[in-house]
């Protein structure tokens, strides 16, 4: 199956199935997942990278204990809408899932998506940089599966 444009990845999905929404860094994913309806984007975990093979069947496994049977990965476009090398790495990071699974997979424009979500647990929650660290790949993750869900579902 190739890449699906965010707008066609709900009709290649059945009705109530999840999503995962990744958000894939240097040294980790973060993993978000919505309900079944796909309204409500939650953040799941952080996979520590190791080997791809060993990261996949970890994102695996939380996929089908959650019952997804699609994926949304963040795609970092520069401010001028331009790829740079780290969107060329997550696209590779999915034509590499698609080669162990046949997933409908979407991208998402992940534009500041880290950097919301830092400024969210500065301003709303007065957390730690250490506490951020923790937190914010998998937060990350799902500001990004929020998005999408939000833009599939207003088509």
Do not use: C, H
């Amino acid at each position: 199956m190739p890449v699906l444009d965010i707008t066609e990845l709900a009709a290649a999905l059945p009705q109530y199935a999840p999503v995962v929404g990744l958000d894939p860094g240097e040294k980790t994913i973060g993993v978000a997942v919505s309900d079944a309806t796909r309204m409500v984007a939650s953040p799941l975990e952080t996979i520590q990278k190791k080997k791809f093979t060993q990261d996949a069947e970890r994102l695996f496994a939380l996929m089908e204990s959650r019952g997804a049977l699609g994926i949304v990965i963040g795609l970092p476009m520069n401010m001028d809408g331009t790829e740079g090398t780290r969107a060329q790495s997550n696209r590779a990071l999915a034509r590499n899932i698609l080669r162990l699974k046949d997933l409908p997979i979407a991208f998402w424009d992940e534009r500041l998506s880290s950097a919301a979500v830092n400024r969210m647990l500065i301003d709303e929650f007065d957390t730690t940089r250490q506490r951020r660290s923790e937190a914010v790949d998998k937060l990350a993750a799902t500001w990004i599966l929020q998005g999408a869900l939000d833009r599939m579902r207003n088509g």
